[in-house]
């Protein structure tokens, strides 16, 4: 079945770093992969929609300048955090969707933990 | 209001019981509904998707009601393995293919 990897699944970095990852479709090609984040007992929140060869579009509150992404490919995202701050530690996920069957398959995430 | 409410639990079953989770959602307009699982620090997977005439998936039965905007999952017969966090998702009209996730409502099954 359909496969998406994220890399790395977890990191750990001091504060003001920045960090990126990766999230890639193994065998399917995805116009549109999203991005997810999970706070501990919180929901998946949607951060943004990414979309390849055009910019990402983001949701309400969250910083596109902090949170930068790149679809250049029809497989591969990804998103930096830019001087990331304690308050950035959380979980990641990425989604993409395979329009073939309008499913979207869900990266094994990346936990992110600033100190 | 959340776009997606769900009772967070926990429920605590013995194995073989019947469990029901509810939900509900605030857009009228939504489409499309699904059921995920999430066991601890993993990624959501897929469980089921939800029909406006109910659909059933062996232990599994999922129904809408569009009217009252309300979703329900339904598992027999419990497994141990059943124990994770349900989430009910539920994709908006004009939100492109993103999806909105409640906050799950998590299930333990004990022995």
């Known amino acids: 079945g359909a496969v998406v990897s994220q890399h790395p699944s977890w990191v750990i970095c001091k504060s003001g770093t920045s960090v990126k990852i990766e999230c890639r479709s193994l065998?399917?090609?995805?116009?549109?992969m999203f991005w997810y984040r999970q706070f501990p007992k919180q929901s998946l929140m949607l951060m943004a929609t990414s979309n390849e060869g055009s910019k990402a579009t983001y949701e309400q509150g969250v910083e596109k300048d902090k949170f930068l992404i790149n679809h250049a490919s029809l497989t591969l995202s990804t998103l930096t955090v830019t001087s990331a701050h304690p308050e950035d530690s959380s979980f990641y996920i990425c989604s993409a969707r395979d329009y073939r069957v309008d499913t979207q398959y869900f990266g094994p995430g990346t936990r992110l933990t600033v100190l | 209001r959340k776009e997606v409410e769900q009772d967070p639990g926990p429920f605590n079953v013995p194995e073989g019981a019947t469990v029901a989770f509810n939900c509900t959602y605030s857009n009228s307009a939504s489409q499309s509904f699904f059921w995920y699982r999430q066991d601890c620090r993993k990624e959501p997977k897929l469980l089921m998707s939800?029909?406006?005439s109910g659909n059933e998936d062996g232990r599994f039965t999922a129904q809408l009601n569009r009217a009252s905007q309300y979703i329900s999952l339904l598992i027999r017969d419990s497994k141990l393995s059943d124990s994770a966090t349900y989430l009910c998702v539920v994709k908006a009209p004009n939100s492109g293919y993103a999806l909105n996730f409640g906050k799950g409502t998590s299930l333990l099954v004990t022995p």
């Open positions: 939800v029909y406006s």
């Open positions: 065998d399917f090609q995805a116009t549109t």
